[in-house]
């Protein structure tokens, strides 16, 4: 038990460090945001337009973290400021490194806990099974795989933090915990609404297990409640606008999702990007009789309804993980839209399928490398002036070549898995 201890101390240090480094241009967005929601305050948030980079097209529980991170912020700098001209001693060069560098780090210190939170839950998973060994085995491949922390501690991305709450809702569920599972989702949509895709699948386990009227009324309304209370100080209290959900409602369909880039891939090397390459090309352009975002829909339709049959028909743990896998992983491969972070999701669970069954270790080891160049191509941080070259030549026919090794790897364990479940150990 102590070893993971251990494990998790030592992937906390390494990120805190590589935090420091480097970020993405789009921590420059989180930076903003977390500034203006306590200059303007929620209610006006997300009307105003003083924007130093782009309008905040991310749902609240998004902005709650980043407006708490400035208060850490605020908090820390004042102390070491305080420390600064109280003791002659202090080296006061570090205020400027941290005037600079600081505020940045820590906004990546909810991904990185997140990051160390999966790896807790995948060793727990395991735990409970008697196997705590493998769990933190499982824990450790997680958190050295380069895609974990190049993604939260040096991109800065939130993905870590999205997927914690997704992947302990569906522990939850598995245990039975209907509540808490329904509450750690509606947490993780709050965030952002990547796991979206998944809810039809847990409310098929759900149903499943028989629950009695008043679990459903507890599981059901405890997080309405909840989601509620955390909306109503951006759509106003009751007396001012009204009920908060119609708010909610109205920012996913006319921001989150009405302002994201609706292309036929936004840098994701799936079966599109294989097809057409990486360019931005709006996913509206006919294909034949229908446009390419509705032909995205049906190749998706057509993977994820047998998805739902097969978790309706057996609901074991292990089925589950790979109907909740298999779904991720055909979404990012065959929806347009995607952008190249939307793997990100298979990776926890395909890390405790590859513990269970290590005929899978292949499988994890050639995403991780494909996924990684993917978060590479276009932001080319660390810059290797050869692999930049290697990627870009030949109007970008690797991320092509890459795209269609992806959608290969996708039908190979698809149909592995339609055609026999018994494709991991119990």
Request: proline share 5%; hydrophobic share 55%; glycine share 6%.
């Amino acid at each position: 038990m102590k070893g993971i201890y251990k494990i998790i101390l030592l992937a906390f240090v390494f990120r805190i460090t590589l935090a420091f480094l480097v970020w993405h241009p789009d921590v420059n967005n989180h930076v903003d945001w977390g500034i203006r929601f306590w200059q303007y305050g929620p209610g006006e948030f997300y009307k105003a337009n003083v924007w130093s980079f782009t309008w905040p097209n991310q749902p609240p529980g998004t902005i709650y973290i980043f407006a708490a991170v400035r208060k850490i912020f605020e908090a820390v700098f004042s102390f070491f400021w305080f420390i600064n001209i109280n003791i002659p001693l202090f080296p006061s060069n570090i205020m400027l490194f941290f005037e600079t560098n600081l505020y940045p780090s820590l906004l990546k210190l909810p991904a990185i806990l997140a990051d160390l939170g999966i790896a807790y839950l995948i060793f727990l998973f395991f735990r409970e099974k008697g196997k705590e060994k493998i769990g933190a085995w499982a824990a450790m491949a997680f958190l050295v795989n380069p895609i974990t922390w190049y993604n939260s501690s040096i991109w800065g991305q939130t993905d870590a933090t999205i997927n914690f709450f997704g992947l302990l809702s569906l522990l939850l569920l598995l245990e039975r915990k209907l509540v808490f599972s329904f509450l750690s989702l509606s947490l993780s949509l709050f965030i952002k609404a990547s796991l979206g895709i998944l809810l039809p699948i847990f409310l098929i386990i759900a149903w499943r297990q028989r629950y009695q009227v008043n679990t459903w009324i507890k599981a059901i309304s405890i997080p309405l409640v909840i989601i509620g209370i955390l909306t109503l100080p951006f759509s106003g209290l009751p007396a001012q606008a009204g009920e908060p959900f119609s708010w909610l409602f109205n920012l996913y369909k006319d921001k989150v999702f009405g302002w994201q880039l609706h292309l036929i891939t936004a840098n994701a090397f799936n079966f599109w990007a294989a097809l057409t390459g990486i360019h931005e090309r709006p996913d509206t352009l006919m294909a034949g009789l229908l446009n390419f975002r509705t032909w995205g829909y049906i190749l998706f339709g057509i993977t994820f309804i047998p998805l739902l049959v097969k978790v309706y028909k057996k609901f074991d743990f292990q089925n589950i993980l790979w109907v909740c896998f298999l779904t991720l992983f055909s979404i990012f491969v065959l929806a347009t839209g995607m952008h190249e972070r939307y793997l990100y999701p298979i990776f926890p669970l395909l890390t405790i399928i590859t513990a269970l069954e290590r005929k899978w270790l292949p499988l994890l080891i050639s995403i991780s490398v494909i996924y990684l160049l993917n978060l590479y191509n276009f932001w080319w941080y660390p810059r290797i002036e050869w692999l930049i070259e290697f990627m870009s030549a030949w109007d970008r026919l690797l991320p092509r070549i890459l795209g269609g090794v992806v959608t290969t790897l996708f039908l190979y364990v698809y149909v592995s898995f339609v055609k026999s479940p018994k494709v991991i150990k119990k």
